[in-house]
């Protein structure tokens, strides 16, 4: 099971990015699978998630109306579209999956499987 994050950088507030995290070795749509965030000196905490079962979706209070999260089954991979960019949204960003969780959750600790984080810095 491997999960390779791609798609961060720097952008100015206000702007866009999105995340992509392609899985190999397993299906992504049999796994709970979900964005999580760690900024320097914090814990790491969720931003979304989408459930294995009925594609039920969380988002994070701080998130809603502002990130997207997807998958495309045919690319095997889980996105996140992030809109209206604010500089609190800087953090190293992963991916993360578990098969046996549903549904999916916020808590970092329940998932088994993590991709590398990609950088998000939010800044003018």
């Known amino acids: 099971v491997q999960l390779q994050a791609s798609g961060g950088g720097l952008v100015q507030p206000g702007g866009s990015l999105r995340l992509s995290c392609a899985a190999s070795?397993?299906?992504?749509?049999?796994?709970?699978i979900g964005w999580f965030r760690q900024a320097p000196g914090k814990e790491r905490e969720g931003v979304s998630c989408?459930?294995?079962?009925?594609?039920?979706?969380y988002y994070a209070d701080s998130v809603k109306g502002r990130f997207t999260i997807s998958r495309d089954n045919a690319k095997n991979t889980l996105y996140l579209q992030m809109n209206s960019l604010k500089p609190e949204d800087t953090a190293v960003y992963y991916c993360?999956?578990?098969?046996?969780?549903?549904?999916?959750?916020?808590?970092?600790?329940?998932?088994?499987?993590w991709g590398q984080g990609t950088q998000v810095t939010v800044s003018s």
């Open positions: 993360a999956a578990d098969f046996h969780l549903d549904p999916c959750s916020s808590w970092y600790k329940e998932y088994d499987y």
């Open positions: 989408i459930s294995s079962s009925d594609g039920s979706t």
């Open positions: 070795g397993f299906t992504l749509d049999d796994y709970a």
